[in-house]
């Protein structure tokens, strides 16, 4: 994608390698380049506008509720992201969030069991949905 003439903003997910993810420091960006990995940045898009980014997937439980594959990187140390993202943005300005793992519960997110590989697929992240809903008290 970065060798594209396109300017695109992207984030990893699930088939994405893991050095998609290094970017360890929450930042603004201030200029579009050609290619922006979005996962853990925000953007001022207009006055009191911004485009946050967290990227990642869901975990993979078998049957017996026991997890098979975990999600990258939505584990439980991961529960401030969503808070260290936001307060990059002045209070009272509005966010769009773009995330490749939605929060459980919410929308098309739910668990499904997978056809031929006896397993549940989460379509929805229970640490991505507390965080919004904390988020969502201060608001």
């Known amino acids: 994608m970065e060798q594209c003439e396109v300017p695109h903003i992207y984030l990893p997910g699930?088939?994405?390698?893991?050095?998609?993810?290094?970017?360890?420091?929450?930042?603004?960006?201030?200029?579009?380049?050609?290619?922006?990995n979005l996962h853990r940045r925000v953007m001022q898009l207009a006055p009191h506008l911004w485009l946050a980014g967290i990227g990642g997937?869901?975990?993979?439980?078998?049957?017996?509720?026991?997890?098979?594959?975990?999600?990258?990187?939505?584990?439980?140390?991961?529960t401030d992201d969503l808070h260290d993202l936001f307060a990059l943005i002045p209070e009272g300005d509005q966010v769009i969030l773009m995330t490749h793992v939605a929060?459980?519960?919410?929308?098309?997110?739910?668990?499904?069991?997978?056809?031929?590989?006896?397993?549940?697929?989460?379509?929805g992240s229970?640490?991505?949905?507390?965080?919004?809903?904390d988020l969502l008290q201060n608001v």
């Not at 699930?14 to 380049?33: G, K, V």
């Not at 929060?103 to 379509?123: K, R």
Request: glycine share 2%.
């Open 126 to 133: 229970d640490v991505v949905y507390d965080q919004f809903c």
């Open 103 to 123: 929060p459980a519960t919410v929308g098309t997110a739910y668990a499904d069991l997978h056809p031929s590989m006896d397993v549940y697929i989460n379509y």
């Open 14 to 36: 699930n088939h994405d390698p893991l050095y998609t993810y290094e970017a360890t420091d929450y930042r603004q960006l201030t200029e579009f380049e050609k290619s922006v």
């Open 57 to 78: 997937s869901c975990y993979i439980r078998y049957k017996d509720n026991s997890i098979r594959d975990f999600g990258f990187p939505y584990k439980e140390e991961f």
